[in-house]
């Protein structure tokens, strides 16, 4: 069983940075792709970015130009870099891990790590 384990929420003010990880039980190399997700109160759960295992990067529109996926496979983790937070990031962000090995497809999360910006 894969465990994603994601840190680095917290609260900041508008402006301000704050960079997630999500640290993966298996190697992130193995998965197709790894991306990041949010869920506000009373919304349905979005894709902020992810990652290929070729390298590709796909964002939100929202996020662009702000926010940047990375990776560290020495480490089997995945970064969420932001910046320029507004109130309206506020939101719990959740990492996933997307493969197919053999002939069947698996979709791993992990737990959460809440992001408060203030105004």
């Known amino acids: 069983q894969v465990q994603l384990v994601e840190s680095g929420g917290g609260l900041v003010q508008a402006g301000g940075s704050l960079r997630l990880s999500c640290a993966a039980s298996?190697?992130?190399?193995?998965?197709?792709?790894i991306g990041w997700y949010r869920q506000a109160p009373g919304k349905q759960r979005e894709l902020v970015a992810a990652?290929?295992?070729?390298?590709?990067?796909n964002y939100a529109d929202s996020v662009k130009g702000r926010f940047t996926i990375s990776r560290d496979n020495a480490k089997n983790t995945v970064y969420l870099q932001m910046n320029s937070l507004k109130p309206e990031d506020t939101a719990v962000y959740y990492c996933?891990?997307?493969?197919?090995?053999?002939?069947?497809?698996?979709?791993?999360w992990g737990q959460g790590t809440q992001v408060t910006v203030s105004p």
């Open positions: 298996r190697r992130i190399f193995s998965f197709d792709v």
């Open positions: 996933n891990a997307a493969a197919r090995w053999g002939s069947s497809d698996y979709d791993y």
């Open positions: 990652l290929t295992r070729a390298g590709g990067t």
